[in-house]
C-alpha cells in the first residue's frame, strides 16, 4: 500500500505515468467514469479548504465514487481530543482511500503509520502541499510540453508557502531549472531550502523587486501572503501587499511567460490580468482535478 506524503514518493517516471493518465482523463472522461464504482474517499480537513477539498471530491465523483468527511476541526472528534492515529483507524474501517489536511507539520505521516488504506496529504502546516505540486507539475508539462530547462521566479510569502517548498522540493529532480526567489527580507525562503539548492549546485538568485527579474522569467509562480501562519496582525498588514501583479509589470515579461498561483489570490494578482492569455490560474485548477482523479486511481491500484 502507498500513501503519498511528499511529491518526492514518486519517482520522476512515475509522475510521468501519471501526468500521461491525468491527460488521458482530461481527453478522455468517459473512460473512466464508473473507475471507482462502489469506493469511498474521506476528506479529513483540519483546516480550511476550498479547493483542495473540493477538488478531491470532484475527482472521485466524476470516477464515479462517493465521499466521506468533514472540513474543520471543530465538527469532529478532535474537539473531544481525539489523536489523528486513532481517527484515522476509524476513517480505514469507513473508506478505501483518505485526504487528510492539518495545520500540525507531520500529522498526515503520522496518520499514514497506522492507516489501513492509503492517505493523501492534503498539505500539512507550513510543510508539504504534495497535490498542489503534482497540480503545478502537470499544468507546466501539459501547457509547455516539458518540466526542464526554464527559470521559474517565485514571489510572495516563500517563508510560510507550503505549496513553494513542495514545488522546489519537485523540481529540482529536472535538468537546468534556475530559480529566482522574490521576497521581503521577512518572508525569504527557508533556510533549509536554500542549504539544499547549494548543496546540489542548483542556481538561485534571491530579490525583493519582481519588475527587475521579469524579463528573465519563463515561469512566475505568485502566492498569497499566509494571514494564518503570522505571530501578529502587524507584521501581516505591512507585509500582504507587498506585492500586485498588474498589466504594467506583465508588459515587462516574456510573451509566452506562464503565470500560476496556488489560489486562493487575494490582491496579489490584479483582476485585469486575469484576461491576459499568459494567466494560467484557473487552468490550473482544472489540472487539480485531472492529477487528483489519475492519484487516486493509482493509488488504489486500479489504473
Ligand atoms: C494553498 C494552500 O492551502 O497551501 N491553497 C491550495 O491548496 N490551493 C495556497 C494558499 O492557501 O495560499
Redesign the pocket.
Known sequence: MRHLMSPLDFSTEELDKLFDLANDIEHNPEKYAHACDGKILATCFYEP?T??RLSFESAMTRLGGRVIGFSDAASSSASKGESVSDTIRIISCYSDICAMRHPKEGAPMVAAEKSWIPVINA?DGGHQ?PT?TLTDLLTIRSIRGKLDNFTIGLCGDLKF???VHSLINALVRYSNIRFIFISPEELKVPDYITDMLREKDIPYEEVIRLEDVMPHLDILYM??V?KERFFNEEDYVRLKDFYILNTVKMALAKKDMLVLH???RVNEISVEVDEDPRAAYFRQAQYGVYVRMALILTLLELA
Do not use: D, N
Request: aromatic share 0%; charged share 20%; hydrophobic share 5%.
Open positions: 479548504s479547493r483542495t498539505g502541499h498542489q508557502g507550503r505549496t502566492t498569497r499566509q496556488p489560489l486562493p
